[in-house]
């Protein structure tokens, strides 16, 4: 039986996102036979490392990271195959972060986990998304 070829790995930092060097890759693909995407927990946070002020501002910045990610390397929401949420103090009867979530995938739907945290990496984070493709 013939090995399989060694993965490829690359690692991306996409133009326009909070340099994350020596810490971590915003994006990591490996290519072999096929190619994987994996996008690390993005936040609410742009470029300059500001965090949006509201729930729904961060969320919103959220999906542009992730789209961001995305794009960079090479490959499209509709790619998502699972989204997993972190979100701090949850409530499942308030959840505003659906429509801006729903308008960002635009119709698509992707296996999902939503994770109730009790904090994230910094206090004023609260809302975290990561898409391994």
Known sequence: MAAAPPLQLQTIDPAGML???PLFSHVTTASG???????AG?????????????Y??????????????????????????KINYY???????????????????????ASTML????CLAKPELLFEMDAPR
């Not at 036979?33 to 996008?39: A, E, S």
């Open 33 to 39: 036979d096929m190619k994987l995407v994996f996008v």
């Open 115 to 118: 994770v109730p945290v009790v």
């Open 19 to 21: 340099d994350s060097k």
């Open 87 to 109: 979100i701090v103090n949850y409530d499942p009867n308030n959840r505003p972060h659906v429509p801006i979530v729903l308008n960002f995938f635009n119709g698509h739907r």
């Open 56 to 81: 729904e501002g961060q969320v919103a910045q959220t999906v542009k990271n992730i789209g961001r990610c995305l794009a960079a390397a090479g490959a499209r929401v509709t790619d998502i195959v």
């Open 42 to 54: 993005q936040v609410g946070m742009d470029e300059h490392g500001n965090v949006a002020d509201t």
